[in-house]
């Protein structure tokens, strides 16, 4: 049992379902939104300001870069003045950034604001994962964590809705204006709850570079790993779209089937949470690899929106059935000492690998075609499977010790 499982049980006596409600999947849940309202009109917003399709695209783009730039001084900074205090120091860092997008004459002020929005997105989603390794016993975090990323998917799948209906009244930086109050709301919420962690022994910050070089082993196996799934997940936001393009569907069916796949996608989380804690890691890992490999290895034999359908409903259920898994795997792993860092560390492998996906998927497709792209990333799928098979512990019930690289 690693250091600090011991303390967990004690620590879940003082948080029950309404704390985690209000103090964590609530404000989640709120801030998504605001997050769901606005990546669809970035780029749009750019374009308004004069920029290029290409400079547009980079604007866009920026969201991913502040996320991983500011991974590791995100767990470095919730380290040292704790994750609720980190959130609402995120929340001042996008309410900031937001306004900026606001009043930006020129697109690269609106660049400025883009990328301090992901600085502090990244804040706040290392934030909220170290809360919850902190505060949730090992048996009940594969749930916790599974629900965490269920709330994000929901408030992101409602967030364009809410953005469109606030751009028809407000004009073009409606959904601006739903993100700053989401913001805001999510961190009110916040400051209205008890810090839990507050009873946590104090201890002296660890070295950012100190943690990294202990944990190295971990990072660069397991960390390699969730670095792929991060990539084969966010190539399926691409790949749909692009491919019901080529086949002649129209932008309505394509939303359609991309809606369909997400709405298949939410209803799993809980279930994948319980699977995790009841029988392991390993239980969902895989089959969401192999069911998201498999259905990228499909899609270049669809042809019409029927069985494009029937690819996106599996992508959903491989997706879906890994909800949290990335973030549980972070939380088995972390230490107790230096936790919040080394989760800083964790999250820049899934970031790297959400930015890497499309990129894999623009450049096999500018090179070769979109077809022998999409193959590439049903490949990738399946070498993350032959990765977790080496690296994912194999555990039920009782906390395992941090997987040993091999």
Same mark, same amino acid.
């Given at each position: 049992? =690693?250091?600090?499982?011991?303390?967990?049980?004690?620590?879940?006596?003082?948080?029950?379902?309404?704390?985690?409600?209000?103090?964590?999947y609530l404000p989640c849940?709120?801030?998504?939104?605001?997050?769901?309202?606005?990546? =669809?009109?970035?780029?749009?917003?750019?374009?308004?300001?004069?920029?290029?399709?290409? @400079?547009?695209?980079?604007?866009?783009?920026? @969201?991913?870069?502040?996320?991983?730039?500011?991974?590791?001084?995100?767990?470095?900074?919730?380290?040292?003045?704790?994750?609720?205090?980190?959130?609402?120091?995120?929340?001042?860092?996008?309410?900031?950034?937001?306004?900026?997008?606001?009043?930006? =004459?020129?697109?690269?002020?609106?660049?400025?604001?883009?990328?301090?929005?992901?600085?502090?997105?990244?804040?706040?989603?290392?934030?909220?994962?170290?809360?919850?390794?902190?505060?949730?016993?090992?048996? &009940?975090?594969?749930?916790?964590?599974?629900?965490?990323?269920?709330?994000?998917?929901?408030?992101?799948?409602?967030?364009?809705?809410?953005?469109?209906?606030?751009?028809?009244?407000?004009?073009?930086?409606?959904? &601006?204006? @739903?993100?700053?109050?989401?913001?805001?709301?999510?961190?009110?919420?916040?400051?209205?709850?008890?810090?839990?962690?507050?009873?946590?022994?104090?201890?002296?910050?660890?070295?950012?570079?100190?943690?990294?070089k202990q944990h190295w082993?971990?990072?660069?196996?397991?960390?390699?790993?969730?670095?792929?799934?991060?990539?084969?997940?966010?190539?399926?936001?691409?790949?749909?779209?692009?491919?019901?393009?080529?086949?002649?569907?129209?932008?309505?069916?394509?939303?359609?089937?991309?809606?369909i796949s997400g709405a298949?996608?939410?209803?799993?989380?809980?279930?994948?949470?319980?699977?995790?804690?009841?029988?392991?890691?390993?239980?969902?890992?895989?089959?969401?690899?192999?069911?998201?490999?498999?259905?990228?290895?499909?899609?270049?034999?669809?042809?019409?929106?029927?069985?494009?359908?029937?690819?996106?409903?599996?992508?959903?259920?491989?997706?879906?059935?890994?909800?949290?898994?990335?973030?549980?795997?972070?939380?088995?792993?972390?230490?107790?000492?230096?936790?919040?860092?080394?989760?800083?560390?964790?999250?820049?492998?899934?970031?790297?690998?959400?930015?890497?996906?499309?990129?894999?998927?623009?450049?096999?497709?500018?090179?070769?075609?979109?077809?022998?792209?999409?193959?590439?990333?049903?490949?990738?799928?399946?070498?993350?499977?032959?990765?977790?098979?080496?690296?994912?512990?194999?555990?039920?019930?009782?906390?395992?010790? =941090?997987?040993?690289?091999?």
């Open positions: 049992m =690693p250091a600090g499982c011991h303390d967990w049980g004690a620590m879940a006596e003082k948080v029950d379902i309404r704390t985690m409600l209000t103090a964590v849940l709120v801030y998504a939104i605001g997050q769901g309202a606005v990546i =669809p009109v970035i780029a749009l917003t750019a374009r308004d300001l004069g920029a290029s399709v290409a @400079v547009a695209g980079f604007v866009a783009a920026l @969201v991913g870069v502040g996320q991983i730039v500011g991974d590791i001084p995100a767990g470095a900074l919730a380290s040292r003045v704790g994750e609720r205090n980190a959130m609402i120091v995120a929340t001042a860092v996008a309410a900031l950034g937001l306004t900026g997008c606001l009043l930006a =004459p020129s697109v690269w002020l609106l660049a400025i604001g883009i990328f301090g929005i992901g600085l502090a997105t990244s804040v706040w989603q290392l934030a909220r994962l170290s809360f919850v390794a902190e505060v949730v016993p090992y048996q &009940y975090r594969g749930r916790a964590l599974s629900t965490l990323g269920g709330v994000q998917r929901v408030g992101m799948f409602l967030g364009p809705f809410v953005g469109a209906g606030a751009m028809h009244v407000l004009g073009g930086k409606g959904a &601006y204006w @739903v993100y700053l109050a989401a913001a805001l709301a999510a961190g009110g919420l916040l400051l209205l709850v008890t810090d839990v962690t507050k009873h946590q022994v104090p201890t002296e910050p660890v070295p950012t570079l100190s943690v990294l082993p971990i990072l660069r196996t397991l960390g390699f790993t969730a670095l792929l799934f991060g990539a084969v997940r966010s190539s399926r936001q691409v790949v749909i779209p692009l491919w019901a393009d080529s086949i002649g569907l129209s932008p309505t069916t394509t939303s359609l089937v991309y809606g298949v996608d939410m209803l799993l989380f809980y279930p994948a949470g319980k699977v995790m804690d009841r029988y392991g890691r390993m239980w969902v890992a895989v089959p969401s690899m192999v069911l998201l490999g498999v259905a990228h290895l499909l899609l270049p034999l669809t042809h019409q929106a029927s069985t494009l359908l029937l690819v996106g409903i599996v992508m959903g259920i491989g997706n879906g059935i890994g909800s949290g898994l990335v973030m549980t795997m972070g939380a088995d792993a972390a230490p107790a000492t230096g936790r919040a860092t080394f989760l800083g560390a964790w999250r820049l492998a899934p970031d790297v690998g959400m930015a890497t996906g499309p990129l894999t998927v623009s450049a096999v497709s500018a090179a070769i075609a979109l077809g022998p792209a999409v193959l590439t990333m049903g490949g990738i799928a399946l070498a993350a499977v032959v990765a977790l098979h080496r690296w994912v512990p194999r555990t039920t019930g009782e906390a395992p010790a =941090p997987a040993e690289p091999g």
